[in-house]
């Protein structure tokens, strides 16, 4: 798990870099005038940091939200300062299996490359509600909306990478917090019921998937012989409009734990290293905080339960698409 002594202090990992270091800073020199990202959730918190910084480097960044007005206002925000920089806006709510289908068809029909994609968009903490397509809230947005978009695309950075042998990387955003999920991580047999439901522990289990999702991704890959690497990271803690249901709670636990938090520059670092930096080429199926490689719990660790969650998530896509 990631070392207090190091978070604390910022005291930089074998990468050089540590929980100190800023998104602009890791990516320092990194030329990205050939890459294509689509960025989910890039229009607010640590998704905005992410899409201003790989434009920044020159990177063509799609920024794919729900919220147009706020993706719209960001992209001012990007090009104000930076002209060139190359930033476009397409819809996407991930709690929608019509909009994710919807959204992975328009971009496909822009015919553009596809370089890198950054799973960034979630929800944290929510009282117990179902998405459109009857699946628990978070476990619908943070884990079932990015693994159908990711499967979606994947043709597409297939081909992407294949023609300019340039390595694709796909990014999850998880979180330390998927090690406090359910009993065996995953409530498979109970994933929308309301019955035991708990907002912290569905939102561990979302998480936990994250990573399982990432990990049985890149086993998939390097069985095909595919250039695209897949790896998950922590963040860190960040105070932004993630924590809208439980502001409260976190702004007191933040008082006394005050050392252990973030700024956005900070807390958009290690999604920036894990998707631009050279030094990562060829590495897939990690897990990174604070810009260094890192141990998950045992259950993201657990082959099989990667194979089981990837079966599973087909298989409910598949029952809630069915007219």
């Not at 628990?136 to 990478?161: C, P, R, S, Y």
């Amino acid at each position: 798990m990631v070392g207090i002594f190091s978070l604390v202090t910022g005291r930089p990992g074998p990468s050089g870099f540590g929980s100190a270091s800023t998104a602009e800073e890791v990516t320092e020199g990194i030329d990205g005038s050939n890459l294509t990202a689509i960025i989910t959730g890039g229009a607010s918190g640590i998704g905005l940091e992410t899409s201003r910084v790989l434009a920044l480097h020159k990177v063509h960044v799609i920024i794919a939200a729900r919220n147009l007005k706020a993706a719209n206002e960001a992209q001012k925000v990007i090009l104000a300062e930076d002209e060139t920089a190359r930033v476009d806006v397409l819809e996407l709510d991930l709690c929608s299996i019509k909009s994710i289908t919807a959204f992975a068809d328009k971009f496909i029909a822009l015919n553009l490359p596809l370089n890198i994609l950054i799973n960034n968009a979630g929800i944290m903490f929510c009282p117990f509600q179902l998405s459109q397509d009857g699946i628990e809230v978070q476990f619908a947005t943070n884990h079932i909306g990015h693994f159908l978009l990711t499967n979606g695309l994947l043709d597409t950075m297939k081909n992407t990478a294949k023609a300019t042998g340039i390595q694709g990387r796909i990014v999850n955003l998880s979180s330390i917090a998927h090690s406090h999920c359910y009993k065996n991580g995953i409530r498979f047999d109970r994933i929308s019921d309301k019955a035991g439901y708990n907002d912290k522990r569905a939102y561990g289990q979302s998480k936990l998937a994250n990573i399982l999702h990432a990990n049985e991704l890149s086993r998939r890959l390097q069985e095909e012989g595919v250039n695209i690497a897949v790896n998950s990271v922590h963040p860190g803690l960040i105070m932004t409009p993630l924590f809208r249901h439980s502001w409260f709670l976190m702004n007191f636990l933040k008082f006394f734990s005050f050392f252990l938090w973030k700024n956005v520059p900070q807390g958009a670092a290690t999604t920036c290293y894990v998707a631009l930096h050279p030094r990562l080429k060829g590495v897939t199926g990690k897990y990174f905080a604070d810009c260094n490689e890192t141990t998950p719990s045992s259950y993201a660790r657990n082959e099989d339960l990667a194979r089981k969650l990837w079966d599973f998530s087909n298989k409910l896509i598949n029952s809630v698409s069915k007219p």
